[in-house]
């Protein structure tokens, strides 16, 4: 559509226009985004090459000290006035050695079978009479499974060590050719200047690793075993299993079809996280117009007001509701009188009833925050552009869609990205309020009782930690669903977005 059709329609028009638009642009998001892969693929590849090439290099143009460092780390190092960086290089080579002898080996040696016997049944019968004897260097299969993805990290930071030790090498002989000659002084002004930023970021990236990047990996390969509450000690590799479960629509064997419950609750979570952000981010910023709006009078009390609520920890607020919407409470009772549920019946108990009570719940702890980052960014438009509007014969609806709007979107654009994975991933609302009621009435053995305001999180949840069977396999491939869902609509609307398209547009 060209624009002067466009400027020729109506209002409304205009809007039904930018609605269809909006959809039609999604798709051609998903479009563009895998006919961008190959070019994406061929840089990967590019990158991945590099270092074989380093390395083809300084095999071919080394000198014989520059190829020890293919079997010594830091060899070279050592021989050229670069004492530290050396002695560090190799002492990690003989730490990682050792450490692969005496723990690592052993416990990827186990990794095939995951174990063959436990603790809990290497009993033998005592030869002398009285109670079994524990038989000692039983397996778990946990402890396998935790120390072998330790291992792998370990093997691709040696990895990495042995090609960084090859290409300083390489670097330094180069520059030994040329007349400059490195010192264990330049190492330490290096680390205190040029990479001093290196050297502050390598605890928080000890911590990432340690407490991200290994829990999400034992994750993943937890989500291909049968572990659960049963098989504590000792789980086995199922593969796909647990995937093909989720996605079976029927019973299949000894695996329980939950593939319609899958969906069900995948297609709440989305239709929940997708009215909820946008429900919030408009409300607060309407409250956020009205407020700084010119002849309101009294906004700091109007300000104070909403946000009290923020005030009061969020769990409190939710259990109140919950006690006022349940059993015998207040709000039920009055929806009784209303005829809105039926005697004897709870306020959860009506599964439509319970989803738009959660939404406006949410809308209650959910709106002041919008509002305060509203009411910072409104303040901070200039005032020129609305008097250069003004002059022109603007209406207020065209400032707001012509000025405001854009502007607001440009600024919180990954706010709402992110409150928007916030809400899928929103534990909080829905347990401490519903608790996930109305229930669906399946209890498969293992798989929770999920309910009909059931986030996938809050299933996740049920199925890991309630029950008498808890089967956490299982509640690992869901927890890998969910990250695969979160980085697909991270990747296609943070892509997208006004801020990162049009970043120099308010500059």
């Known amino acids: ?280 981010y408009f409300l607060g910023m309407v409250v956020a117009l009205l407020i700084n709006k010119k002849g309101i009078k009294l906004k700091k009390l109007w300000r104070t007001v909403l946000i009290l609520t923020i005030a009061v920890p969020q769990f409190v607020s939710l259990l109140l509701i919950n006690q006022m919407l349940s059993g015998s409470g207040i709000l039920s009772n009055l929806f009784r009188q209303w005829g809105w549920i039926g005697a004897g019946k709870e306020t959860f108990d009506n599964v439509l009833l319970a989803r738009i009570i959660i939404i406006i719940v949410n809308m209650w702890v959910g709106v002041p925050y919008t509002m305060l980052i509203c009411s910072g960014i409104l303040m901070n438009i200039p005032e020129d552009l609305y008097e250069s509007a003004r002059i022109d014969g603007a209406s207020p609806f065209k400032m707001f869609s012509s000025i405001t709007l854009p502007y607001m979107l440009f600024i919180t654009g990954p706010y709402l990205l992110s409150q928007f994975i916030g809400n899928i991933n929103n534990f909080n609302i829905i347990y401490l309020l519903s608790q996930g009621k109305p229930s669906l009435g399946v209890l498969n053995l293992g798989y929770g009782d999920v309910g009909e305001t059931d986030l996938l999180i809050t299933w996740i949840y049920k199925m890991s930690m309630e029950g008498q069977v808890k089967n956490y396999a299982v509640a690992c491939a869901l927890g890998v669903l969910v990250f695969i869902i979160i980085a697909v609509f991270s990747l296609i609307f943070y892509g997208r977005s006004g801020s990162v398209k049009n970043e120099e547009d308010f500059q």
């Open 1 to 280: 559509m060209t624009t002067i059709k466009y400027l020729s329609l109506s209002k409304p028009e205009r809007f039904l226009v930018k609605f269809l638009d909006f959809f039609k642009n999604f798709g051609k998001g998903f479009v563009n985004f895998f006919k961008g892969l190959p070019s994406k693929f061929m840089k990967l590849w590019n990158k991945i090459c590099t270092p074989f090439r380093v390395i083809g290099d300084a095999w071919r143009k080394g000198s014989w000290g520059v190829r020890t460092n293919f079997l010594v780390f830091g060899f070279y190092q050592l021989t050229h006035h670069e004492i530290v960086r050396g002695v560090l290089y190799l002492l990690y080579e003989i730490v990682f050695i050792l450490f692969m002898i005496m723990t690592g080996g052993p416990y990827l040696a186990k990794l095939g079978s995951l174990g063959t016997f436990s603790t809990d049944s290497a009993y033998a019968a005592n030869p002398y009479g009285g109670s079994p004897v524990l038989v000692q260097g039983g397996d778990k299969s946990f402890t396998i499974l935790l120390y072998s993805i330790a291992t792998f990290i370990l093997m691709i930071i040696f990895v990495a060590l042995w090609y960084f030790s090859i290409r300083d090498a390489k670097s330094l002989q180069d520059n030994n050719y040329v007349g400059k000659f490195s010192k264990d002084s330049q190492f330490f002004d290096d680390m205190l200047n040029k990479k001093y930023h290196t050297l502050l970021l390598a605890v928080p990236l000890v911590g990432l690793v340690g407490f991200t990047v290994i829990p999400v990996v034992f994750m993943i390969i937890t989500s291909f075993t049968n572990y659960n509450s049963i098989q504590v000690n000792l789980f086995d590799w199922v593969e796909f299993d647990n995937y093909a479960g989720l996605f079976a629509s029927k019973a299949t064997g000894s695996s329980i079809g939950i593939g319609q419950i899958f969906l069900k609750v995948l297609a709440w979570t989305l239709l929940w996280a997708l009215i909820a952000t946008f429900t919030n």
